[in-house]
């Protein structure tokens, strides 16, 4: 069975950082793009950035470009994503889900929240 | 950016009904196109990958069907569990992105 477990969600000022992890476990991490995809409170779904199997190409929304930053351990089987420069507009549960088929998303961690607040 | 859009905004419907859930694209995204639903609380599930695949567990009343800019997912005979916020995504180009969604409630 597939698990995604993320972690590293909390309360941060504006302009602070945080880093999230998400721990695959239940398939073979090293054959499957991963990416993360975030929801802000009472609204809707909003891809973030996504990460290829070789840990080298990346792609992020304009949103986050510059200031996220995507990275996978395809040695311990985990997802981070950096988050720095933080705003309001970047609160939202966080959802690290794993690659499908056709460019879908076919398993999704129960998600982290960030609360960027003074 | 490829938008989209997902008509209508809400449906009201009864269990035993069909619903019928459009998603329109702002320009082709070929068949790269995805369907999701997420209950109140809960995490989003993947129901149909490549316009009209369905997923892993996806009972057989879910049907996607559509190409280029025009998708629709057909829920039959709908169950108490069915009410949800049904979410298209596509990722022929990026960035990847959700249209706002469809609220499916009950009647």
């Known amino acids: 069975e597939v698990q995604l477990l993320e972690s590293g969600g909390g309360l941060v000022e504006p302009g602070g950082s945080l880093r999230l992890s998400c721990a695959a476990s239940g398939f073979k991490f090293t054959n499957f793009a991963m990416a993360w995809v975030r929801q802000a409170p009472g609204k809707g779904l909003e891809w973030v950035s996504l990460?290829?199997?070789?840990?080298?190409?990346?792609y992020y929304a304009d949103a986050v470009r510059g200031r996220f930053t995507i990275s996978r351990d395809n040695s311990r089987d985990t997802l981070q994503l950096h988050l720095n420069r933080l705003t309001g507009d970047d609160t939202a549960v966080y959802y690290c889900?794993?690659?499908?088929?056709?460019?879908?998303?076919?398993?999704w961690g129960r998600g982290t929240l960030v609360v960027v607040s003074a | 950016e490829i938008v989209l859009t997902q008509s209508p905004g809400t449906l009201s419907l009864s269990p035993g009904e069909t619903a019928t859930l459009s998603c329109r694209a702002s320009e082709s995204v070929t068949r790269f196109l995805a369907w999701y639903h997420q209950k109140p609380g809960q995490t989003p599930r993947l129901l149909i990958y490549?316009?009209?695949n369905r997923a892993t567990g996806i009972p057989a009343r879910f049907s996607g069907s559509g190409s280029g800019t025009d998708f629709s997912l057909t829920i039959t005979s709908l169950e108490p569990e069915d009410f949800a916020i049904y979410y298209c995504q596509q990722r022929s180009a990026w960035p990847a992105t959700f249209g706002p969604g469809t609220r499916l409630e009950m009647k």
């Open positions: 889900v794993k690659d499908g088929i056709s460019g879908s998303w076919d398993s």
């Open positions: 490549g316009a009209s």
């Open positions: 990460i290829r199997v070789n840990g080298v190409e990346a």
